[in-house]
């Protein structure tokens, strides 16, 4: 099937600091890719759609000026976590969409902020 | 909105039991419906699928019936393993647009030999 690859899978950063996370689809072409953010024994929650070429999409309550995506290319999008607070700590999990709709999703990066 | 529920875990079985978990769904439209498993360590899966009423969506001896009066999508398996301890999200899609996924909450099945 499918696979999508998420890199770094943990990251341990100083509060302030800027950490960046990135998706790529490995075999296919995602026009559209999601960022979810997963809570400790919670559900996936939904914070952006990340559309190639174009500005992404955010969910209601998710600061976007925090939480920067970009998907530049067809096979890859990125998150960037800015001036990253231990609030922020959490796992981030990214999705990418087929021509088919099915969405395949990334192994998640753990982000750690002291 | 949209939003799905499934019933609480932690489940625990003995190998080859049955299983039933339970997810309902509130949607507008006509959403599809998804359960995915996430096994230790990796990322979702997308275990099956329906997307419509009566549609029934099977993969690995799992089942789940896409039940429009009852607004559920109930997983089934009539004999479990241990390879099978994971935990299982139901998940529905808006009809239109973005497709966006709604999850519910997980339920972790555990599997003892």
């Known amino acids: 099937g499918a696979v999508v690859s998420q890199h770094p899978s943990r990251v341990i950063c100083k509060s302030g600091t800027s950490v960046k996370i990135e998706c790529r689809s490995l075999?296919?072409?995602?026009?559209?890719m999601f960022w979810y953010r997963q809570f400790p024994k919670q559900s996936l929650m939904l914070m952006a759609t990340?559309?190639?070429?174009?500005?992404?999409?955010?969910e209601q309550g998710v600061e976007k000026d925090k939480f920067l995506i970009n998907h530049a290319s067809l096979t890859l999008s990125t998150l960037t976590v800015t001036s990253a607070h231990p609030e922020d700590s959490s796992f981030y999990i990214c999705?990418?969409?087929?021509?088919?709709?099915?969405?395949?999703f990334g192994p998640g990066t753990r982000l750690t902020v002291l | 909105g949209n939003s799905v529920t499934q019933m609480e875990g932690p489940v625990t079985l003995s190998e080859e039991a049955f299983l039933t978990i339970n997810c309902t769904y509130t949607?507008?439209?006509?959403?599809?419906l998804f359960w995915y498993v996430q096994y230790p360590g990796e990322g979702l899966q997308l275990l099956l699928k329906?997307?419509?009423?009566?549609d029934k969506g099977s993969n690995k001896g799992f089942e789940a019936t896409y039940r429009k009066e009852t607004t559920s999508f109930h997983l089934e398996k009539g004999s479990v393993q241990v390879s099978d301890s994971a935990v299982y999200f139901c998940?529905?899609?808006?009809?239109?647009?973005?497709?966006?996924?709604?999850f519910g909450q997980g339920t972790r099945l555990t599997i003892n030999p």
């Open positions: 990340s559309n190639e070429g174009s500005k992404a999409t955010y």
């Open positions: 999705s990418a969409r087929d021509s088919r709709g099915t969405q395949y």
């Open positions: 998940a529905l899609s808006d009809s239109q647009g973005a497709q966006k996924l709604v």
């Open positions: 075999d296919f072409q995602a026009t559209t």
């Open positions: 329906a997307t419509k009423a009566d």
């Open positions: 949607a507008t439209g006509y959403p599809s």
